[in-house]
């Protein structure tokens, strides 16, 4: 009864809840490449005769290293190669760590997609701020390539991305190339500088105040460090940009993935069902509380 309640009350983010997933299929990894000193990408493909599903930006995976335990990581690919499955990982603890060491040829176990996207559809026409910080620039990636194979649909596309220094910077080559189109508006900072870097030296939501879009007709899209998450969402409210054109996508320990076991409880919501992603005045009375 309260779980129809909650979907009733979802605003527009997308929605594909899986209902079959409760059993991970065995994957090959089939590429792998180093990001920074502590985060990896691999492109899995299915052992067996069956494909990957279609996912939308903004999902995740419970991926399954085998022995060891089963976590949530967003797919950071393509969604319209969806047979190309990609994750992007930042080895921070036992399970992350184990897949951190995995080459091609080895095996995971993949269960989803799970949760909630970014609600690109129906934000055609728009101004799209894409904030990231770190690892959740990866989360935000899936984003950045729908728009640019679509990008006559909507005004116009920033991203606002904040690494540590320069070396922590994920999928460079790509931000490189991002940035040399002149429909894109790609700005980076490091908070601390190394090396011969001359670009922002600061921390993202400083980005915010002079970004290039229109606040009326703008909508943010953040991932990162929930603390980077706060500081955006009030700088992007200063520049007229309120919490029904702002979307977060937050990360809670899970367990099930499907809205069974409870871990990922966020006052009237499980993450794994009504997120990752939520639109700010749905999780407003609770942002910023690790406890509820
Ligand atoms: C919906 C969702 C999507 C996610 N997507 C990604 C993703 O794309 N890439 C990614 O790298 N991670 C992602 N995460 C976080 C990832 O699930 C955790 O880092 C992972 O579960 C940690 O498992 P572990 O066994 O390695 O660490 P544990 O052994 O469980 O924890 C080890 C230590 O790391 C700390 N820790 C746990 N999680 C994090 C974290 N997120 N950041 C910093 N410290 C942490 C713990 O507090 C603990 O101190 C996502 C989480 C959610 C809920
Ligand atoms: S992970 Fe079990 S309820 Fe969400």
């Given at each position: 009864?309260?779980?129809?309640?909650?979907?009733?009350?979802?605003?527009?983010?997308?929605?594909?809840?899986?209902?079959?997933?409760?059993?991970?299929?065995?994957?090959?990894?089939?590429?792998?490449?180093?990001?920074?000193?502590?985060?990896?990408?691999?492109?899995?493909?299915?052992?067996?005769?069956?494909?990957?599903?279609?996912?939308?930006?903004?999902?995740?995976?419970?991926?399954?290293?085998?022995?060891?335990g089963e976590i949530p990581i967003?797919?950071?690919?393509?969604?319209?190669?969806?047979?190309?499955?990609?994750?992007?990982?930042?080895?921070?603890?036992?399970?992350?760590?184990?897949?951190?060491?995995?080459?091609?040829?080895?095996?995971?176990?993949?269960?989803?997609?799970?949760?909630?996207?970014?609600?690109?559809?129906?934000?055609?026409?728009?101004?799209i701020v894409l904030v990231g910080?770190?690892?959740?620039?990866?989360?935000?990636?899936?984003?950045?390539?729908?728009?640019?194979?679509?990008?006559?649909?909507?005004?116009?596309?920033?991203?606002?991305?904040?690494?540590?220094?320069?070396?922590?910077?994920?999928?460079?080559?790509?931000?490189?190339?991002?940035?040399?189109?002149?429909?894109?508006?790609?700005?980076?900072?490091?908070?601390?500088?190394?090396?011969?870097?001359?670009?922002?030296?600061?921390?993202?939501?400083?980005?915010?105040?002079?970004?290039?879009?229109?606040?009326?007709?703008?909508?943010?899209?953040?991932?990162?460090?929930?603390?980077?998450?706060?500081?955006?969402?009030?700088?992007?409210?200063?520049?007229?940009?309120?919490?029904?054109q702002t979307y977060l996508s937050?990360?809670?320990?899970?367990?099930?993935?499907?809205?069974?076991?409870?871990?990922?409880?966020?006052?009237?919501?499980?993450?794994?069902?009504?997120?990752?992603?939520?639109?700010?005045?749905?999780?407003?009375?609770?942002?910023?509380?690790?406890?509820?």
């Amino acid at each position: 009864m309260l779980a129809t309640a909650i979907h009733e009350r979802q605003p527009a983010v997308a929605r594909t809840f899986a209902t079959n997933g409760c059993v991970p299929y065995r994957c090959r990894v089939t590429e792998r490449h180093q990001e920074n000193d502590d985060t990896f990408t691999v492109e899995l493909e299915p052992a067996g005769a069956r494909s990957h599903a279609a996912f939308a930006a903004g999902q995740f995976n419970m991926l399954y290293v085998f022995g060891l335990g089963e976590i949530p990581i967003s797919i950071s690919g393509d969604p319209a190669q969806p047979d190309r499955l990609v994750h992007t990982t930042r080895a921070v603890g036992t399970v992350t760590r184990a897949m951190a060491t995995l080459r091609r040829g080895d095996m995971i176990g993949v269960r989803g997609p799970f949760g909630s996207s970014w609600p690109l559809d129906d934000l055609k026409g728009k101004d799209i701020v894409l904030v990231g910080g770190g690892i959740g620039l990866a989360p935000l990636r899936p984003a950045l390539y729908q728009l640019v194979a679509q990008r006559g649909d909507y005004g116009r596309v920033v991203l606002l991305y904040g690494a540590r220094t320069p070396e922590d910077m994920l999928f460079r080559a790509e931000l490189e190339r991002w940035r040399s189109r002149f429909d894109l508006e790609i700005f980076v900072t490091v908070d601390r500088a190394t090396g011969d870097w001359h670009g922002n030296v600061g921390l993202v939501t400083a980005l915010i105040p002079r970004a290039p879009f229109e606040p009326q007709n703008a909508v943010a899209l953040i991932c990162g460090p929930e603390v980077m998450m706060r500081y955006a969402v009030q700088a992007l409210h200063k520049r007229g940009v309120g919490p029904q054109q702002t979307y977060l996508s937050l990360e809670r320990n899970m367990k099930c993935g499907t809205a069974m076991c409870g871990h990922c409880q966020y006052g009237p919501h499980f993450v794994c069902r009504d997120g990752p992603v939520f639109r700010m005045d749905q999780v407003q009375r609770f942002f910023g509380k690790w406890e509820v």
